[in-house]
Nanobody
Framework: QVQLVESGGGLVQPGGSLRLSCAAS????????MGWYRQAPGKQRELVAR???????NYADSVKGRFTISRDNAKNTVYLQMNSLKPEDTAVYYC??????????????WGQGTQVTVSS
């Protein structure tokens, strides 16, 4: 009923930049918070950044000052601008949205994940 489609991952050298996008579609009444999580091999999934419908943001300490989350409410899209990338940022990045659907009530949805690899 609700789909999240991510794009923008890839291979980048240390110090480089990438911009991730995640568009929500389907039977959506409204979207509360949207966020980005990541999971590296052998590690648990962790919060990277989160933004409320009103634009309040929070970040993991490891990405503060390097990553910026933003959203376009008219397009139901969230973005993650990643600068000064480090090898330890390598992970699969997942989009998350807290959605009030036209059916099914309020639920958390996840994207399929996009790989980000930082390597020289």
């Amino acid at each position: 009923q609700v789909q999240l489609v991510e794009s923008g991952g890839g291979l980048v050298q240390p110090g480089g930049s990438l911009r991730l996008s995640c568009a929500a579609s389907g039977r959506i009444f409204s979207i509360y918070a949207m966020g980005w999580y990541r999971q590296a091999p052998g590690k648990q999934r962790e919060l990277v950044a989160r933004i409320t419908s009103g634009g309040v943001t929070n970040y993991a300490d490891s990405v503060k000052g390097r990553f910026t989350i933003s959203r376009d409410n008219a397009k139901n899209t969230v973005y993650l601008q990643m600068n000064s990338l480090k090898p330890e940022d390598t992970a699969v990045y997942y989009c998350n949205a807290d959605v009030l659907g036209l059916v099914g009530g309020r639920q958390q949805y996840w994207g399929q994940g996009t790989q980000v690899t930082v390597s020289s």
